[in-house]
């Protein structure tokens, strides 16, 4: 059973662990709570966002088809009501610091309509952040500044200096993202290769013309990653995101289509899968610059 909790009070009530300083925001150091970390149910999921810095952490976060392996130095996100499990966690050695904030948090804050720009919270656990020693050691100081001035008695600009760490976490961590989609080299980093060989067994004309066009999340449900992350991966190899790469490809497929006297722009249209060939001419013309009828008529 998947025990859900919604706040951060909830969640202090339940591992016995001190109530936060703000309701909606908390931050505790993992060696203080390294015990009651054992009090975490088999399944969850969190009502607020999660940052956790954890090193030495052993056992297997798992999330969606995938787990990982903590006993490496990473920084994992999670937004509100993701499914979460443990499994053999072994909490006696580990460091690090865990971050909760809820949505409410953010309000009258420069990142109340800015945090969709951090997509990483929608990325699967095993797409976690790998840091470097120099990074890890990076961030643990930004996280130590944290500390401090979420201990120091609220005043009337506590929030917007939380609010403040919070945001040079987050950026330190986007810039490190973009190190790792280039530098990693593992099973995880050959997505181009994999992502191809995924779109080209899709792009079947078959296989669109009875399952239609396909979408970003099925792509990235073959490659068993977030659509996320497919996305910023692409983005920083290519300069294109997935759905950028797909219309793309169609948009190649249709030329050929289109070249064949025999068919009109409906029937390649349908044939790709659109369910409206107005759709598809606006797709088209949005690509190749002129409409699936002129691009006939000058070739």
Same mark, same amino acid.
């Given at each position: 059973?998947?025990? $859900? ?53 052993? &056992?297997?976060?798992?999330? &969606? ?9 990473? *920084? ?24 909760f ?8 804050? $420069?990142l ?6 951090? =997509? ?29 001035e979420?201990?120091n ?5 506590s ?5 403040? $760490? ?25 997505? *181009? ?5 995924? *779109? ?11 399952? &239609?066009?396909? =979408? ?24 294109? =995101? ?29 044939? *790709? ?14 690509v ?12």
């Open positions: 059973m998947i025990k $859900h909790i919604s706040t951060l009070t909830e969640f202090a009530k339940l591992f016995d662990v001190p109530s936060p300083e703000y309701p909606t925001f908390g931050l505790v150091e993992v060696e203080k709570v390294r015990e009651k970390t054992k009090m975490i149910p088999s399944s969850f999921s969190l009502g607020f966002y999660t940052i956790g810095l954890k090193k030495y952490l052993r &056992g297997y976060l798992k999330y &969606g088809r995938k787990q990982y392996d903590f006993q490496q130095g990473v *920084l994992v996100f999670t937004a509100p009501h993701q499914i979460l499990s443990y499994d053999n966690l072994i909490v006696d050695e580990s460091e690090g610091w865990y971050l904030f809820e949505s409410n948090f953010l309000v009258n804050t $420069h109340n309509n800015n945090l969709e720009r951090y =997509s990483f919270f929608n990325y699967e656990v095993n797409e976690a952040l790998h840091l470097s020693e120099q990074e890890e050691q990076h961030l643990n100081g930004i996280f130590q500044s944290l500390y401090e979420y201990t008695p609220i005043d009337t600009l929030k917007r200096l939380l609010a403040n $760490h919070l945001t040079t976490i987050l950026d330190y961590s986007e810039r490190y993202y973009k190190r790792q989609f280039v530098t990693r080299n593992d099973a995880e980093t050959d997505f *181009l290769v994999r992502f191809e060989d995924a *779109l080209n067994k899709r792009l079947v004309l078959k296989k669109l013309e009875t399952n &239609g066009v396909p =979408s970003v999340k099925e792509i990235a449900q073959q490659l068993y990653l977030s659509p996320s992350y497919l996305s910023d991966a692409l983005r920083n190899a290519t300069g294109m =995101s997935t759905q950028k790469h797909i219309h793309l490809r169609l948009v190649n497929l249709a030329k050929e289509q289109l070249l064949n006297r025999n068919q009109s722009v409906s029937e390649v249209a349908y044939k *790709l899968g659109f369910e409206s060939h107005t759709y598809f001419s606006r797709l088209f013309k949005k190749e610059g002129i409409s699936p009828k002129e691009f006939v008529e000058l070739n």
